[in-house]
């Protein structure tokens, strides 16, 4: 206990306070600019690692990481185009809120998620030392197919009210994830022999592509500012009511943070799918599910949530076997090795110093960073004012910058504007377009676990108490959704059948 | 009047013919491997090291948070004060290292751009075209050891103690591949020389690999003696049952090594090595200076400090041994195209 607040006034004193509040401040800037995620931005910094002590460079590194699922926020509401693909889920009801001109609202319930999300996240990982390594060896490649099923099951939520159109895109998105090498035979698999998809199609230039192009092509064709009228009441008013919102709903800030905690355990799954499993969650257990894609703030919220506590989740298997549980961690585990440091037991023992310094680091730059975009938060939102022809041009560009930046393949690009005509397309004639990503994005997760279940075990896996667990779990909830759904409709019929108040007057009569 | 100048310009094409056939004769690439065992017939006089005008390019087959990113970087900070510029790391991914090869294929023959890889990309790319180009006329300029790899088996769940253990199993072998892995080759075959059945599963990275077997999933996995597997074995989750090398490497000594076992030597060349290499077309004289300014920065006590610290070994390869391992893992792969393309590709 003396080592965990030991590690907090060290965090607060100088040197190491500068280094927090830097890290944060690097991270809500670079941030907001499409395809500088946690990852890129963390490899430009990599080499201080070199020059910088391990204690100070760790806290930039973690301070990072928190706050640029905070900030990605912004473009995301504002303008429509996610910065990175962790940021798509928020962009259906985000954006539908500045549209109505609920933007400081829409803004100040995902910072207060967001501050939330993260310091519980923080607060799960360290309250999971003690049982950290039992947690990640739980999760084998049975318990991962059965989670990413759970998360197929979740496409009909997700289809905006027409299931067939739903099923068909996210099948759509299951066969593009299979583009590439298979998992076990080694055969290429719809690469037509293009040596660019040998390896598959990347997250981010389709998710660019599905959900910013056709934000960029409205922003072009349809004349006006983004909001296309007035902001609905004092942008701090709307702000505080975007905070309200966030108490409002606390169960399910809460259900999306764990949800969130528990996918960042899971090595290889990443926050991208913690968001879209959070949204699914709210439209799921949500009483009046109309008002989804629409502007309804609790579709803000549990992303938010879910994937700002998603970060303390994927230090987990990071910290107990050295095992990154996410691509940003591998240059995580890279600072440790420049220093010398081996993650593992000894993480939660001898070096559990370090370890605490991470945990202090992800909760306070959480707080620092959704703080000081909460402050700024009136004076964003003017942004939306900005005359649209500026916009898009700064915004093409970053596009094209993003995706092109990591690979220096054109290849991305393209693809990029095939799946920008593609999601253009369906938002013209009523498909959803969620269904696609989280098929796409779950795909080789549920193949590749499924493969190696069976190779590894026949059907014994099927056998094994977690995913009895999980499965039980799943058929009580898809039950108990469909009997919610059932007394719904029933209690909507009886409204619809009894009389109205003039006709049993008449009657009476 | 007319005369001389027929005479004059016969003898201008007579001196510019020379040159060139001279010029021709310094670029020419025999063939071989290594940049510095092309000598022309008859010595030249020795010429000042070539250095680069402008910014050099290391490129590297692989994403950050890799091995051979770390290398690349660390290399980046010394080469300066041997090749005289500053070097910018450029990731190129992808195509299981043929996306940086297409790219290194495509770049000027200047020098200033040359690429660390896998010497399982050059192999992959020999046994099995996918490009236009040909992979032979990448000029491979050096090759850097990496550790040998290691056979494992989990502390906790597993029933193999050693690999006598193993050879006498009558269960089936689970084995859970990490990534590309030319050692699942030889693997391999011991298993069905030994009658033993097996199965494999191929994970994304060898992490993964490792929680599988930690967790009782499956049996054994391999990887590379680096820290990502050195962590586990000092930390008691896993137990090495043998190395693929013919002498014990020195951060594992009590993991027994072919020589110990009596397996064939051949095997230990299946173990990773790390080559440099530049576009055709570049002159011998820069790819000479090229290699000496990267051996220097290899064996610079930056470097060699950085290699004790990550546990990243810098040792080069020397260009016979080079070539016989290239020889052997290439004739493997041919004949055991399969198996190969099953769990390697």
Known sequence: MDSFWGSFVQILSWPCVGFLVGGTLIGLVLGVIPGLGGITILSILLPLTYTVDFQYSIVLMTAILAVTITSDTIPTILIGVPPTASASATILDGHAMALKGEAARALGASYTSSIIGGVLGAMCLWLSIPILRPIVLAFGPPEIFVVALWGLSMLGALSSGNMLKGLAAGLLGILLGTIGRAPTSGIYRYSFDIPYLIDGLKIVTVSLGLFAIPEVIKMAVVKGSIPGGEIRGNLLRGQLQGMADVFRHWGLLIRATMLGVWIGIVPGVGSATADWFAYAHAVQSAKDKSQFGKGDVRGVIAPEASNNSCKGGDFIPTLAFGVPGSASMSLILGAFMMAGIHPGPNMLTTDIGITYKIIWSLALANVVGGGVCLLATSQIAKLLYLPKHYLIAVITTFLILAVYIGTKDIGDVLVMIIFGVLGFAMKQYGWARPPLIVGFVLSEITEWNFVISVTLMGISWLLRPMVVGMIVLFVLNQVWTSFKERQLARDEALIRLAPKPEERDEDED | ?345
């Open chain 2, 1 to 345: 009047m007319h005369k001389k100048t027929g005479l004059f310009q016969c003898i201008g094409i007579i001196l510019c013919l020379s040159i060139f056939t001279v010029g021709s004769l310094i670029s020419y690439d025999s063939g071989s491997l290594y940049a510095q065992e092309n000598v022309l017939p008859g010595k030249l006089p020795p010429v000042k090291p070539w250095r680069p005008n402008g910014q050099l390019t290391l490129m590297c087959y692989t994403g950050p948070g890799t091995a051979y990113d770390y290398l690349a970087r660390q290399m980046a900070q010394v080469i300066p004060d041997y090749l005289g510029k500053r070097a910018i790391v450029q990731t190129v991914v992808g195509g299981s290292g043929g996306n940086a090869l297409d790219t290194l294929y495509r770049a000027k023959p200047d020098g200033k751009t040359f690429l660390l890889y896998a010497v399982g990309s050059q192999i992959a790319l020999t046994v099995e075209k996918r490009y236009p180009w040909d992979i032979k006329n990448i000029n491979v300029l050096l090759a850097v050891d990496a550790p040998p790899y290691v056979v494992m088996t989990s502390v906790k769940h597993s029933k193999y103690k050693n690999f006598k253990d193993l050879l006498e199993t009558k269960d089936v072998v689970r084995i859970a591949l990490g990534g590309a892995n030319m050692t699942i080759l030889p693997l391999i075959l011991q298993l069905e020389k030994s009658g033993i059945k097996y199965k494999v599963a191929r994970f994304k990275d060898s992490q993964a690999a490792f929680l599988s077997v930690m967790g009782g999933d499956a049996e054994i996995t391999m990887s590379a003696l680096s820290s990502i597997s050195l962590d586990p074995i000092r930390a008691g989750d896993l137990r090495a049952l043998w190395q693929f090398s013919n002498k014990r490497y020195p951060d594992a000594p009590d993991i027994p090594s072919l020589a110990d076992l009596g397996m064939p030597s051949e095997w230990a060349s299946y173990n990773i090595m790390r080559l440099f290499a530049v576009p055709p077309g570049v002159p011998m004289p820069i790819q000479n200076s090229l290699t000496e300014g990267l051996i220097k920065t290899l064996q610079d006590k930056r470097t060699v400090e950085w290699s004790k610290k990550t546990e990243i070994p810098v040792t080069i390869v020397k260009r016979k041994e080079l070539e016989e391992r290239l020889r052997v893992i290439e004739a493997g792969f041919k004949q055991n195209i399969e198996i190969v393309r099953r769990y390697f590709f």
